[in-house]
């Protein structure tokens, strides 16, 4: 793998395996492909993220489902999960037990990167994408905070992304994986961290953004920032 994107790619199909001896020695291994358990733990992750929601009950409807709770109605949209595809995602290794009949990401940034990778694959528009990060400051676009890895991610993924980010919310873009993108980009970004440093949008306080400009290093940075 060539990035920190493509290595999470791999990492994760690999966890989407069964990986119980007994069980491979038994024959038990479910019905799915890797991956297709992988996308459907990517829908998994993305209604996490987006409804906020960190555990996944197989067995409660909406009504007696508390408010941390996903159910399987949550993922009517895909007609073609059934109850059974749904458990047998939730038991590879992406996910650990919270309970009886509950499941959540084993680790958080498994569910932020896979919430990323379904919306890449979606074919909803730049504006609709931006609508489920906005947090509207004024005439620009800021990140809501609980939503910054993922936003990341995504950066990681989708240029056209990446560019709103760069005009809007700069800063957050240091910590994306940036090891796919163009000069063009790295400046892009550059001069709007510059410019919003600037007029005093953002500033470096957080002691550790400062190891993240490494970055932005590009054949003429010298030129952009001398």
Known sequence: PRSRVEIY??????????????????????SLSPQRRLEISSAIAAASIFCGKSVINVKSTCLDANDEELVK??????????????KESLDSALFSGRGTNCFGFAHKTYEEFLAA???????????????LFANKTADLFRVIPQLSETAAWLAGMDHEFFN???????????????S??????????????????????????????????????YSDISSQVC
Request: with cysteine; aromatic share 8%; glycine share 4%.
């Open 9 to 30: 790619e791999q990492g994760c199909l690999d966890l989407s395996r069964e990986i119980n001896q007994s069980r491979i020695e038994n024959g038990n291994v479910g």
């Open 73 to 86: 109605s949550d993922f009517s949209t895909w007609d073609d999960l059934i109850e059974r595809d749904l």
């Open 117 to 131: 990778r379904y919306i890449s694959k979606t074919d909803i528009d730049i504006k609709q994408k931006i609508s």
């Open 164 to 178: 709103v980010l760069a005009a809007n919310d700069p800063q957050l873009l240091l910590r994306s994986d940036m």
């Open 180 to 217: 796919s993108h163009t000069e063009e980009m790295k400046k892009n970004l550059t001069e709007n961290l510059i410019a919003a440093f600037n007029q005093g949008f953002i500033d470096d306080s957080y002691w550790g953004i400062k190891r993240y400009y490494k970055k932005l290093v």
